[in-house]
């Protein structure tokens, strides 16, 4: 009985560990006053625990397959059976085109709008080429300037026109 006990106590230790070490925000509201706060781009996996797709995109990100540096995004995680959540996202993305299947996913700038998305199974090299394309947008950006026009420090560097020849 005592080494039930401790398995169990041992168990439930591990689970607790593993929520709290998680990269994931799971709130938008925290995910963007973060991104605003550090300057980074947002990617958010909108999908539910029990969707194989979900778990296999947070996966090749775990394993670096898929390349989100911490140090340049937020990582975001919302569950879909959340209502709340739900409306939250649907409001804040409902003119992205996303598909039938989970996971939906957003690259977004610092301020929330929407650089790039997609949704469904993808390999690490698509998802590796979504954020690449936003990465880009984010770059050909007016410094000081968010794709929606209002005003916002960019993480990245717009690209400095090449002088014209006469």
Known sequence: MKALLAIATL????????????PYLTNLDK???????????M???????????????????????????????VLVDLNCDDKSVSAEFRKRYSKETFGTTLP??????????????????KNADEWDKLLKSAQRKAAGATPGTT????????????????????
Not at 11 to 22: G, P, R, T, Y
Not at 43 to 71: D, L
Request: hydrophobic share 40%; glycine share 8%; with cysteine.
């Open 11 to 22: 168990a439930l230790a591990l689970n607790a560990s593993a929520v709290e070490s998680s």
């Open 31 to 41: 995910a963007l006053d973060a991104a605003h706060s550090g300057n980074k781009m």
């Open 43 to 73: 990617f958010v996996i909108y999908g539910r625990e029990a969707c194989g797709n979900c778990q296999a995109t947070k996966a090749m990100i775990k394993s670096r397959q898929i390349k989100v540096p911490e140090s340049k995004f």
């Open 104 to 121: 939906f996913v957003v690259v977004a700038d610092s301020a929330g709008n929407a650089l790039a998305s997609s949704g469904g199974y």
């Open 147 to 166: 794709t929606g026009g209002a005003k916002q420090d960019w993480p990245f560097k717009a690209a400095t026109p090449a002088p014209t020849q006469r």
